[in-house]
Every structure is written in structure tokens, then in C-alpha cells.
């Protein structure tokens, strides 16, 4: 498939897992590919991967200024801008009361905060190439998880934003829509980490039967929703969860 040929993607979370996976599959579909993440080794070595149609910039999104650069820095580079997936995310798990203020910062900073500075950055551009913005929630935006409370708030939101988004430029040609996948093998679920007293009897409900994914599940529905394949999509919310959000 050739979906995104002489496209530009703009990505975040580039560096791995989900970012990682949509990245390579845009670069092999013909896209140009502006990969932002801070974490400058995983970035080095999609762009040892991908090569020159790859484009790695050491990005913090939780900073309105840096989001706004970068995105024009994409466009000074490859001449005009298309797709933008907003992929990057971080969880931390909790009881709410031993939740601080660094963390509730953290949490909102990198799934909602980044995602709102980039997106505004990037309108201006989408508006001149009929693009999109392709969001990645969570089955957490939709379900109360215990022990993830900002993480839920922040996909919760992630959720309505897009939908707000999407009604905002109804008129326009811009197409905004979301992803809301379930637990999926990467970096984030590798490195999760809990309380040791928490009530497992809690953590059921939103385990599922089909268990964990590949993040190319993701990748696979951000680059279909990304494609003109999905041009009477706006304002959906797509769930890749293997069912989770459908009991
Ligand atoms: N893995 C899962 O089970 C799962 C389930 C549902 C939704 N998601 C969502 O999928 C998305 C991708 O997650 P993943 O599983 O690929 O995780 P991941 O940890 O492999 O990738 C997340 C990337 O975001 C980057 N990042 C973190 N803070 C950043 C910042 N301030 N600025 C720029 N980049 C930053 C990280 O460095 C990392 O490369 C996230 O939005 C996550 O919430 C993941």
C-alpha cells in the first residue's frame, strides 16, 4: 500500500513502542516522517531504521513553545504538513492519595497538554492541505480504572478534546479523530509499576480475554484512520482493545 505517499507525518512518541510502529509503517507507505520524543537514543535508532525519510527532533511536548517549533520545523523540512499522530503518553499508577503534584503535572503534561500545544500548532498547516490529527486515547478515557486516576482523566479528556476539535472545524476540510487502544506489549507496560497493596480483585474488569497486543494493532489503526480511507471520519473515537470497552 502506498497511503502516504508524498505525505508528511508529524509524530510524537516516535522513539518507541505505538509512535515507533506508525512511523515505520507511514515511512514504508511513502510518508516523510517528523519524529519527535525525548528520548534522544530510541529517536537515533528509528532514524538508523528508517532512514532519510525520517526526521528525529528531541521534543519536549509538555512545553507550548517547543510544540509550536517543532511543527514549524517540520514544515520549513519537508515543505508542508499533513498528518499529525499524537502518540506520546506516559502512566504511573496510584492510590490518589500518594499522588503528587510533580506526577498529576507529568500525567497531563505529556497526554493532554502536548496534544492540545501540538494540534493548535498544527491547525494552521492541516487547513492548508486538508490533513488530519489522529489521537491516541485509551480504553482508560473510557473506563474508571482504579490506581491510574490522572491517567483516566487525562485519556477521559483526550477523548472530548477530540470530538471538540472535531466540531470546531466541521466546516473545514480538517479531519480529527482518536484511537482508544487496550493493553498492548511496550515500553509503558514493561516498565509498569504498582503499589504493592493494591486490591487485584479491581484490576479484573479491565483485563480483558484477549490479552495483550502488539503495538502495530495501534499503528495499524492511527495509519487507517490517518488515510483518505477514512475520509468520512471526524470526531470518531476508535477502540483497538480486543473488546475490552465492549462489555
Ligand atoms: N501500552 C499500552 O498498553 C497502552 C494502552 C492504551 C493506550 N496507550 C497509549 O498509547 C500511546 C503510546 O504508548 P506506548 O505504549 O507506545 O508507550 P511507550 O512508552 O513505548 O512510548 C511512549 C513514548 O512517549 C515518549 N514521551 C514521554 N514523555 C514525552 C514528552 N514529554 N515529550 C515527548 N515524548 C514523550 C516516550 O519517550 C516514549 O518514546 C500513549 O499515548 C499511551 O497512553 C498505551
Redesign the pocket.
Known amino acids: 500500500m502506498n497511503r502516504f505517499m508524498d505525505k508528511v507525518a508529524f509524530i510524537?512518541?516516535?522513539?518507541?513502542?505505538?509512535?515507533?510502529?506508525t512511523a515505520r509503517q507511514m515511512v514504508e507507505e511513502g510518508a516523510h516522517v517528523f519524529g519527535?520524543?525525548?528520548?534522544q537514543e530510541?529517536l537515533q535508532s528509528v532514524s538508523d531504521e528508517l532512514g532519510e525519510q525520517f526526521h528525529p527532533e528531541n521534543?519536549?511536548?509538555?512545553n507550548r513553545e517547543s510544540c509550536h517549533e517543532a511543527i514549524e520545523k517540520c514544515v520549513e523540512r519537508f515543505g508542508k504538513l499533513d498528518v499529525v499522530a499524537?502518540?506520546?503518553?506516559?502512566?504511573r499508577s496510584h492510590h490518589v492519595t500518594d499522588v503528587d503534584e510533580e506526577t498529576w503535572r507529568?500525567i497531563m503534561?505529556?497526554?493532554l497538554d502536548?496534544m492540545f500545544w501540538v494540534t493548535q500548532a498544527a491547525i494552521p498547516h492541516l487547513e492548508k492541505s486538508a490533513g488530519n490529527i489522529v489521537n491516541?486515547?485509551?480504553?482508560?478515557g473510557f473506563m474508571g480504572q482504579a490506581y491510574t486516576v490522572p491517567?483516566c482523566a487525562a485519556?477521559g479528556a483526550v477523548i472530548n478534546m477530540t470530538r471538540a476539535l472535531a466540531m470546531e472545524y466541521i466546516k473545514s476540510d480538517i479531519r480529527i479523530n482518536a484511537i482508544?487502544?487496550?493493553?498492548?506489549?511496550?515500553?509503558?507496560?514493561e516498565?509498569w509499576s504498582a503499589p504493592d497493596d493494591i486490591d487485584f480483585e479491581l484490576m479484573k474488569s479491565y483485563t480483558g480475554f484477549r490479552g495483550?497486543?502488539e503495538?502495530e494493532t495501534?499503528a495499524n489503526a492511527i495509519c487507517w484512520m490517518a488515510s483518505d480511507e477514512a475520509a468520512r471520519c471526524t470526531g470518531s473515537i476508535l477502540s483497538v482493545?480486543g473488546g475490552l470497552t465492549a462489555a
Do not use: H
Open positions: 510524537t512518541g516516535a522513539a518507541s513502542g505505538v509512535g515507533r510502529a519527535v520524543d525525548i528520548d530510541g521534543v519536549d511536548i509538555r499524537n502518540v506520546a503518553g506516559v502512566v507529568l503534561g505529556v497526554n502536548g491516541v486515547a485509551s480504553n482508560a491517567y485519556k482508544a487502544p487496550g493493553g498492548m506489549k511496550t515500553a509503558m507496560t516498565n495483550m497486543a503495538p495501534a482493545d
